[in-house]
T-cell receptor, first 115, second 115 residues
Framework: AQSVTQPDIHITVSEGASLELRCNYS??????LFWYVQSPGQGLQLLLK??????LVQGIKGFEAEFKRSQSSFNLRKPSVHWSDAAEYFC?????????????FGAGTRLAVHP | NAGVMQNPRHLVRRRGQEARLRCSPM?????VYWYRQLPEEGLKFMVY????????ESGMPKERFSAEFPKEGPSILRIQQVVRGDSAAYFC?????????????FGPGTRLTVT
């Protein structure tokens, strides 16, 4: 069955430090992969997505993610974290069948940023 | 262009009452997805609708839950005879199309508390 695992429930980094959030997926075919961010009390905002092509994708707010098929991973990175990046981050795989895209989400990683 | 609207943002119901959650998609979007987020979990797909049609309700509990997306007006997620286990955040997302490249835009969610 398709699934998404985010091994880290909570991560704390200092402002200005680099960040990597891990995501592993289980999916038989070529996956559609997404990272979303959820600020408290808000809906989800798409940070970036991977469908095909270049395995390093750039997103909004200075985020990037790298698709590694051999490791079934799609880790999110940012070279220098800002205090405003504190939020919950969700990795998702899109099950595209029947002509529509059903998203399967990981449990999320909550990021805290120390000043 | 207003984003996806959900109301109410917070809803408190006693056990046995009915809960009605509304989702107004973005202008021009005729595809709606509903997801449920239980505490400390990721979002889980519930149902996918197009105008006047339920396309995929594989994630909906078999009893008490129903969804509609009429020709005019918002999409409605209805939960009859609510129980404590229904307490969760319910998110809807809308999309302009059903193809794999169409992004889902999320609303801010309705947080349902059953007392």
């Amino acid at each position: 069955a398709q699934s998404v695992t985010q091994p880290d429930i909570h991560i704390t980094v200092s402002e200005g430090a680099s960040l990597e959030l891990r995501c592993n997926y289980s999916y038989g075919a070529t996956p559609y992969l997404f990272w979303y961010v959820q600020s408290p009390g808000q809906g989800l905002q798409l940070l970036l997505k991977y469908f095909s092509g270049d395995t390093l994708v750039q997103g909004i707010k200075g985020f990037e993610a790298e698709f590694k098929r051999s490791q079934s991973s799609f880790n999110l990175r940012k070279p220098s974290v800002h205090w405003s990046d504190a939020a919950e981050y969700f990795c998702a795989v899109g099950l595209f069948s029947g002509g529509y895209n059903k998203l399967i989400f990981g449990a999320g990683t909550r990021l805290a940023v120390h000043p | 262009n207003a984003g996806v609207m959900q109301n109410p943002r917070h809803l408190v119901r006693r056990r046995g009452q009915e809960a009605r959650l509304r989702c107004s998609p973005m202008k021009g979007h005729s595809h709606v997805y509903w997801y449920r987020q239980l505490p400390e979990e990721g979002l889980k797909f519930m149902v996918y609708l197009q105008k006047e049609n339920i396309i995929d309700e594989s994630g909906m509990p078999k009893e008490r839950f129903s969804a509609e997306f009429p020709k005019e007006g918002p999409s409605i997620l209805r939960i009859q005879q609510v129980v404590r286990g229904d307490s969760a955040a319910y998110f809807c997302a809308s999309s302009p199309g059903s193809g794999s490249l169409y992004e889902q835009y999320f609303g801010p969610g309705t947080r349902l508390t059953v007392t």
